[in-house]
């Protein structure tokens, strides 16, 4: 009997380190927060509070601004999810061709901007690319006889260029984690396809896409939450304009803490971000199970 106990909790002492770091990193964190979403309380002021409920959810609901975020947020996630995929896809498959040279080294050129800190992509993207007179973008636009816009002053186009930069940055993730899964395939369903006479893009749609469903779920879940909850690179570029147009729930967050030192909703707007995000990560975990038994 007592054997059988150490080898029941022996696995527990492996466990409890990580356990203890993520109650103190995530949970206890996250238990202040939703305390202070029910409160009345401010910056530099957190000895008044006054408790409120559920007023500071009907605020946000209720709040023009707090709705334009949660539309532009998703606008931003959706951009990225879909953009960081599709070209993340098509390099991999590319990349996993047999003619290919140099694959690491392709590899590690393409990984670059993934080991870039945001607020470096940010501030590098602002001044060399979205420049409205001498960046890169209407460089080349002013060469092909196209008159560039002012990408991040102008509201048309600030969240088209932050997300576009936002995902030049996460598309790495992608590429990785589908090249390795493309390894996976046997090669003689690459050859039985080319028997048939299918070409590289209906090779992609009707032998690899479905082989890798449960990797594509997986990658895509990543890269959704960290698009989801990006600041760093959409406040160096924009800092939420102009004109509210990039200004994504966590800045909002951000103006709601620090600007107007409102901590009470700023934590209002964050745990909303939590539970917006734990539903999607767990029908996302649902079906990545469902596409995983289906695989196996």
Known sequence: MHNNLNRFTRGWYFVLPGLVAMLL???FPLAIAFRFSLHDV????????????????????????FLNS????ALFTIANTVGC?????????????KKIRFKAGWMALFLMPFVMTPVIVGITWRLFMWE???????????????????WLTDRSTALFATALTNAWHLTPMAILVLYAALTTIPEELYEAARVDGAGPFQT?????????????????????????????MVFTMTGGGPGRSTTVLSILAYNRGIANQDM?????????????MAVVAWLYIKVYKVNKEASS
């Open 25 to 27: 990193i995530v949970a």
């Open 70 to 73: 949660v539309r532009v947020t």
């Open 42 to 65: 401010f910056l530099y002021d957190f000895a008044n509070q006054w408790f409120v409920g559920l007023e500071n959810y009907r605020y946000a609901l209720e709040d023009p601004l």
């Open 85 to 97: 995929l599709v070209v993340g896809m098509l390099v991999a498959f590319l990349l996993s061709g």
């Open 264 to 276: 009470g909703m700023a934590n209002t707007i964050a745990f909303t971000m939590f539970i917006i």
């Open 132 to 150: 409205p007179d001498f960046g890169v973008v209407n460089q080349v636009l002013g060469f092909l006889g196209i008159g560039g816009p002012y």
């Open 204 to 232: 992609l749609w009707h032998v690899v896409l479905p082989m890798i469903r449960a990797h594509i779920l997986f990658v895509s879940i990543i890269i959704m939450t960290s698009a989801f909850r990006e600041f760093d």
